[in-house]
């Protein structure tokens, strides 16, 4: 009987030490990664553990969604924002020209599961794994290098007459759905007037 609460006694303690350990070991590299993204400016955490969460909900309680939190942030912090969202560091970058420097220039790894977000969404279809939403840096750039005689300006140049054909069809459509009662899906009709485009193009 004594041999039994022995091992019990000792199973009990090593689960509690481990834990003791493994939170430990936690709070110490959670200590480490905010020390090391101290440099980049976001609003103060709320908690050490949570990050910046509990700012995120008091923000989805007052009706606001995270977009306009993050904007706000930029007026408040810059260009560059940090939040935290528990263990893991989020910036948001709103400068074209840093995030082509980020993505490009440096060619800092990507986050794969946020695009595959970004590719499909709820599991339906949405940029596909085409350039937006390819993580891999060599495929990206094998695929831009496709499409850069593309959008060389001499070529764009030749192709302004079929653009301004369909852009003022475009605008003859809208003057005639435009009476102030009827809701148009306006994305429907961007997407018919890019079709237009693409099909005048591809045929010069």
Known sequence: MATVAFV????VISVVSLLGLSFTAFS???AYVHWKYSHVPGP?????YFGNIPLIRRERDRGRIFHEVTQDLHGVHGLVVLIFAFH?????VSDPE?????????NLPKNPSV????GYPFGHRFAGSGLVSQAEHSVWQKRRARLSPAFHRRYLMNLMTPFNSSCELFLVKLDELADG??????????????????GKVSQT
């Not at 103060?44 to 050490?48: A, V």
């Not at 695009?115 to 970004?118: G, N, P």
């Open 8 to 11: 019990i006694s000792f199973f």
């Open 98 to 106: 840093i995030t082509r420097k980020l993505l490009v220039t440096l």
């Open 88 to 92: 893991r560091p989020i910036i948001f």
């Open 28 to 30: 110490i590299y959670l």
């Open 44 to 48: 103060k955490r709320d908690s050490f």
């Open 115 to 118: 695009y595959e977000h970004i």
């Open 181 to 198: 009662k009827t809701v148009e899906n306006m994305a429907e009709e961007f997407a018919r007037v890019t079709l237009d485009v693409i």
